[in-house]
């Protein structure tokens, strides 16, 4: 079956480092793509990854792993603004979107 | 496996014609529905919420006759694309939440693929 994994929760400190792991498991694979979710708002999108490796954005940064089925997301340099769910979404063969149930993301000071 | 199923996943109209995407939610029962379309790498945009029962609530910019929004029980809501455009192809997922509070865990489709000839 298809499945997507990603920790419920994570807990980080202003100004660290943070790294949100996910894991697929689809039908085919047709890139990899992580949001970013406030409570109350529509998801925001932050990365697409469809070739391994690290593509950096600013203070964020994906990495994929095609032959490991992984990817991780990064934040650098923490901000309180960066509490929020993280959702990780593999697209399968049909180009349909599969989705973990996303990292509730606690910053504290 | 999935709690919240859209279908078609892809579909194919003719301009002018209309078309319905249905969300289902499997495993609860959905009180509240949410209707997004997403250009190719971009943000999800939200068009409407709909609550069971209710009338949906569109956000700005979005035509409540073009985008007819159905959330008559709590596992099925409806999008109805009428008189269809190209520039309304576009990718339309729908999510589910089975409360109205904002930290209630929100489930989301598949996708469904719409392109207007």
């Known amino acids: 079956g298809q499945n997507i994994d990603q920790p419920t929760e994570m807990t980080a400190t202003e100004g660290a480092i943070v790294q949100i792991n996910c894991t697929y498991q689809t039908s085919g694979f047709n890139g990899l793509f992580w949001y970013q979710q406030h409570a109350g708002e529509a998801p925001t999108f932050l990365s697409y990854n469809v070739l391994d490796g690290l593509e950096e954005k600013g203070r964020f940064s994906s990495f994929l792993s095609r032959s490991k089925g992984y990817s991780y997301l990064l934040l650098k340099e923490l901000q309180m603004k960066d509490s929020a769910s993280y959702l990780c979404?593999?697209?399968?063969?049909?180009?349909?979107?599969?989705w973990g149930a996303g990292t509730k993301l606690i910053i504290k000071p | 496996g999935a709690v919240v199923s859209q279908h078609p996943s892809w579909v194919i109209c003719k301009s002018g014609t209309s078309v319905k995407i249905e969300c289902r939610s499997l495993d609860f029962q959905a009180t509240t529905m949410f209707w997004y379309r997403q250009f190719p790498k971009q943000s999800l945009m939200l068009m409407a919420t709909s609550n069971e029962g209710s009338k949906a609530t569109y956000e700005q910019g979005v035509e409540k006759d073009k985008f007819l929004i159905n959330h008559a029980s709590l596992t099925l809501s409806t999008l109805t694309v009428t008189s269809a455009h190209p520039e309304d192809s576009s990718f339309y997922i729908c999510?589910?939440?089975?409360?109205?509070?904002?930290?209630?865990?929100?489930?989301f489709g598949e996708g469904s693929w719409l392109t207007v000839v």
């Open positions: 999510s589910a939440s089975w409360g109205r509070e904002p930290g209630n865990t929100i489930y």
């Open positions: 979404a593999s697209m399968d063969s049909n180009y349909q979107l599969i």
